[in-house]
Each structure stands twice: as C-alpha cells, then as structure tokens.
C-alpha cells in the first residue's frame, strides 16, 4: 500500500497571525513539503492543478519536474488534472516528458476540477463536463498507446497520422487514477479503462465514500478486469495531530473556523463526526484510517491533506514527521497484516513494465 499526501496549494490567510504567505513562499513551501515527504519516507506526493486564486499550482507538471530532480524514490502524482480543459495532446505530451525525467516515477489523476469559471477561460463549456471528459481521456488513451493516431472528435480539431513525442517510458503510459467526489459517470470510466479511481474522501460521510467505491468495484469487474476486490482504490484524508490529542484540537480550531472552504460552518466536532477529517493523537489517526477499510474494502492507496487553510510551512513539517515516524510504519504493518493474497499491491513503474513484458512473452 502507498501512502502519501496531496495538496491544493492554496493562499490563505494565518488566521493566528493575520498573515498570508506570497505566492513565491506558497509555491517554495510546497517543494519543501515534497522534499520532506521523501525524507520521512511516505512513497507518494501530489499536487492539484488550479488556474484561479487562491491557488497557486497551475502548471502541475513544471513542479513535479523540479521535484523529480530533488528526489529518489517519491512518485509524482497529481491530484487533479483537468482532463476536461487541457488538450489531451498535450497532456500526453507532458507527462510522458516527466516519466522520462523521474525514470518511471510518475502517475496522474483525472479530474473535472471544483471551479466552474475555468470552463470558459480555456474555450469550453461546464455543460459539457462529463462528455468532455470522456472523449478527451479515449483520446489520451490512444495517443499513449498507439504510435501513430488518426482521430475526429467533437470538441477539438482532428489529428491525422499524429505521433505524440516523446513515447512513454518503456512503452509503458503513467498509470491514472480517475478522481470524483460525486460523479459515478467517472467511477463507471474508470472501471470501464480499468484504471484506478481515488475518492477524495473528505468531505462526505462514509455512507456516500462506500456507494461511490462498490460501485467502481462492481462495474471493474463487469468489464472483465478481475474480481471488485481486485479494483485498484485510493482514498483521500485530512488529519491535524500533536502529541496530545487536546493540544491538536486547540491548536487547529481556528484554522478550521476560519478555512475557506468549510470554515464558518459546522463546528470542528461535527465536522470530524460526519466526515473523515482527524484531529487527534497519532493513535486516533491510525484507528480512524484504518477504519476506512470497513467500508471501502482493501485499498491501495491513501493520500493525506495536510497543508491547507494557512497552517505555517513549520506546522506542516512537523505534522509529516509524525505521520512518517509515527503513523504511516503501524499502517503500513496493520493493512499488511489484513490484506488478503488476491488484491493486488500499488500500481508501480516497474510493476507494470514486468507485467506488460510478462503478457507479451506468453502472448
């Protein structure tokens, strides 16, 4: 199983402090947060993709390849590409670059994005969300796997006889998870492609987390994938620890409150009761992750948000020093311990690039 973090790269205000970091101290913080990440020994970073403020990370793939520059064994990951706003072209064209500048260590999650105004800015139109994303992921499909591709589509100019450069590594595309908070129109694409799909799971009850996995699980396996349980699962999370449990809650009550995104609303306790989000000891963090087992099944991969809602860079480093020295060594042997033979490990480089060599040996 991998474990990692992702981040939104939001610019919000410290509300103990009244201050907000530049733009230039959010985008450093968060290569500082990367490079810590592969220091404390969590296996995966990812970033968001935002073209409006207060976010900062438009341009996913120039981070990430900074990062890959960095470090060894982290792999890269976004935790939204705008499959439905970029040019597949070239978003096969980029990532396919990145793979060859961190030798294989490179993933990509699809997503519509949460911010409706983006849809014009880039020429399209939020109507067509779910259409767009189909039709740009098949096509981003082909560019990847077929050398040379002739294609007509609704949303964007023809290609003919179109090879996207460079080819992916080992001629083997990054592996992609499909990301969704409510849309089971992307639970049923990715298990149509057989490809991952990471729920968000933040700021839904388990109840809803649940029926958006089974049902991914079910149609994985109706297209001839392999069985649910071996439907490749990542799931989100937001924790906030201290040592003691009443100085996590004390210290991050006014982050909470004061959050754009669910600040000003129910109170920290509610929050915590109806969604996934953890403010405690290490110990709560790993009793509450491991309960997510319970109702999505034996899952892959788990991403924890941790910088957000003007927590200082110093703050955040020390929350990944106990997630990496503290929480993520007990998960890592707890859902070992659980994880039946028949579900398959994390996706991997490597892994792939064996099983491919494996097919066409005994094809």
Do not use: C
């Amino acid at each position: 199983m991998q474990f990692g973090i992702f981040t939104v790269g939001d610019v919000t205000v410290d509300p103990t402090t009244g201050r907000a970091p530049s733009e230039h101290e959010r985008i450093k913080a968060m290569l500082a947060i990367a490079l810590k990440a592969e220091e404390v020994g969590l296996d995966v970073f990812a970033t968001g993709e935002h073209h409006n403020p207060p976010f900062v990370p438009s341009s996913p793939t120039t981070m990430l390849g900074y990062i890959a520059a960095r470090t060894e064994r982290l792999i890269l990951s976004t935790s939204t590409t705008l499959i439905t706003t970029n040019d597949p072209v070239k978003i096969a064209e980029d990532f396919a670059m990145l793979q060859h500048l961190a030798d294989g260590r490179v993933d990509v999650m699809m997503g519509r994005g949460n911010t409706g105004p983006v849809y014009p800015w880039f020429g399209k139109d939020i109507r067509d969300g779910i259409d767009l994303a189909v039709e740009n992921y098949a096509l981003l499909r082909r560019l990847w796997d077929e050398d040379v591709v002739t294609w007509k589509g609704k949303f964007r100019t023809p290609l003919q006889s179109f090879t996207s450069t460079p080819r992916p590594l080992d001629g083997v595309a990054p592996f992609v998870w499909h990301g969704s908070i409510r849309s089971p129109e992307i639970a049923e694409q990715a298990a149509y492609y057989g490809d991952g799909f990471f729920h968000n799971n933040i700021f839904w009850p388990a109840s809803h987390t649940k029926q958006m996995v089974s049902l991914y699980r079910q149609r994985y396996a109706h297209y001839g994938h392999g069985t649910p349980e071996q439907a490749i699962v990542g799931l989100g999370g937001q924790v906030f620890m201290r040592k003691n449990s009443q100085d996590a809650v004390r210290e991050f009550r006014p982050y909470f409150d004061n959050a754009p995104v669910y600040g000003h609303g129910p109170s920290l306790e509610e929050f915590t009761s109806q969604t996934p989000l953890t403010v405690g000891s290490p110990q709560e963090v790993i009793e509450r992750t491991l309960s997510f087992r319970e109702y999505v099944g034996d899952y892959q991969r788990q991403l924890f948000l941790m910088d957000h809602a003007g927590l200082p860079l110093k703050t955040v480093l020390e929350q990944l020093d106990l997630l990496g020295e503290e929480v993520v060594p007990v998960l890592r042997k707890e859902f070992a311990n659980l994880k039946p033979a028949n579900v398959p490990d994390a996706p991997t480089h490597a892994a792939r690039v064996a099983a491919r060599n494996t097919e066409v040996g005994t094809a």
